[in-house]
């Protein structure tokens, strides 16, 4: 009689269980377990001290409004940093430039080329030479 009465709630614990999980994995709720899942990822690489990440601080720090980061790739070796940019006009374009040439983290800033989206914004390519 013992041993129904717990395999009994072994079965309820294990349907509770499965009926909690499916409910976390559904939906929406991916997005959130896949968020958690690159926040670690992401932990990991700062435990590291990538220096990706301290270079991105940096990049960060000194945007200025009116300018958004499309993408970015870099070359440890060459000790330089290719940013994909959009700008709202010409006038933030050239104020992002002014403020990566005054901060002491890039000692050169190339232009690599500018053009105008279809939707009126304005993308330019830079290089930055690391310190």
Do not use: H, P
């Not at 939906?27 to 990538?50: A, F």
């Not at 499309?70 to 070796?77: E, G, L, Q, R």
């Amino acid at each position: 009689m013992w041993k129904n009465n717990l395999n009994g709630k072994i079965a309820v614990a294990n349907a509770a269980f499965k009926e909690k999980s499916d409910e976390l994995t559904a939906g929406r709720n991916k997005d959130v377990i896949d968020l958690q899942n690159r926040i670690s990822l992401i932990k990991n690489l700062v435990k590291k001290n990538n220096v990706t990440l301290d270079v991105l601080n940096q990049v960060e720090k000194t945007l200025v409004s009116g300018v958004y980061l499309n993408s970015y790739t870099a070359d440890k070796n060459a000790k330089t940093l290719g940013l994909e940019c959009v700008a709202d006009n010409y006038d933030a374009v050239a104020r992002q430039i002014l403020s990566f040439k005054s901060s002491s983290s890039f000692s050169d800033v190339a232009v690599k080329n500018t053009g105008l989206s279809s939707d009126g914004k304005i993308n330019f390519s830079l290089d930055l030479k690391l310190n």
